[in-house]
């Protein structure tokens, strides 16, 4: 059976009639992402979540309904202190396909943006971002995952994604699944992350700390206060300031001279 995902951006059977002819709509079960009347780009920040008005898709792991939409998703926290819990079921509402009501063992996540300044008039969420996930532990060191990753559209299409992030549930306790999301088309401008922790695991709590060392010390002093702004008060002359992280989403410091 063909795999079937909903996507959706403003995405009428009459509005895609018009512009792809019923022979193309009705050729396959995927509806693009971006069925929509030109409009013209204008600059975006993605990392505005809540006005990329996402929906997110709980879906099991073949692909096939029942499902369940969150259509309010963006106004609801998504933070690294407050991730997105992933149920180990749920209740279908997709009336579309007539499951309201049947239970859904939750596999695979779906993010779909409703803002045509995102995806625009194309047929992958991928040729508006590019999409990676990774699971982390609570101090910060990625955890190998291959279950965990972001599903391509098909086989002809390996490099494309309609926003299907696969193995959701097969993170371990007490872990978290990091979606990253970065521009791909010229007019999108920013970072979007977003964060998935299993349900009924208790509290994600981040263990993180920040560190300096002088002139290659083997012993670097932790900078103690890594709830607000820390000040390092860097030594005057040629001495070289060695920066180093443990922590979240891509650290990368370098270090430098006074």
């Known amino acids: 059976m063909k795999k079937k995902y909903v996507l959706s951006l403003i995405c009428t059977s009459a509005l895609a009639t018009f512009i792809l002819g019923a022979s193309t709509v009705n ?17 975006f920040d993605i990392s505005n979540f809540k006005d990329g008005q996402w929906y997110l898709y709980w879906m099991p792991a073949d692909n096939i309904f029942p499902q369940y939409v969150d259509k309010n998703y963006s106004n609801q926290p998504n933070s690294l202190t407050t991730p997105t819990e992933v149920p180990d079921t749920i209740i279908s509402n997709d009336s579309e396909n007539n499951t309201v009501g049947q239970t859904v063992k939750v596999s695979k996540v779906q993010l779909s943006p409703n803002n045509v300044s995102i995806v625009g008039y194309a047929p992958y969420l991928t040729d508006a971002v590019k999409i990676e996930v990774n699971e982390y532990s609570p101090s910060g060191s990625k955890v190998a995952n291959p279950d965990l990753k972001v599903e391509a559209a098909d086989d002809q299409h390996p490099n494309d994604s309609y926003g299907v992030i696969d193995g959701i549930n097969t993170m371990q306790n007490n872990n978290i699944a990091v979606v990253k999301m970065t521009p791909a088309k010229p007019s999108l401008t920013g970072t979007l992350y977003l964060f ?20 290659g010390s083997t012993t670097p002093t932790q900078i103690a206060n890594t709830v607000s ?30």
């Open 27 to 43: 050729s396959t079960n995927v509806i693009p992402t971006a069925i929509t009347a030109h409009a013209a780009d204008t600059s």
């Open 196 to 215: 998935f922790k299993k349900a009924g695991t208790g509290q994600f709590k981040p263990s993180y700390a920040y560190y300096y060392a002088f002139n």
């Open 229 to 258: 702004n820390s000040t390092i008060n860097v030594p005057s002359g040629s001495k070289t300031l060695k920066l180093t992280q443990t922590g979240y989403i891509d650290p990368e410091w370098t270090g430098g001279r006074a």
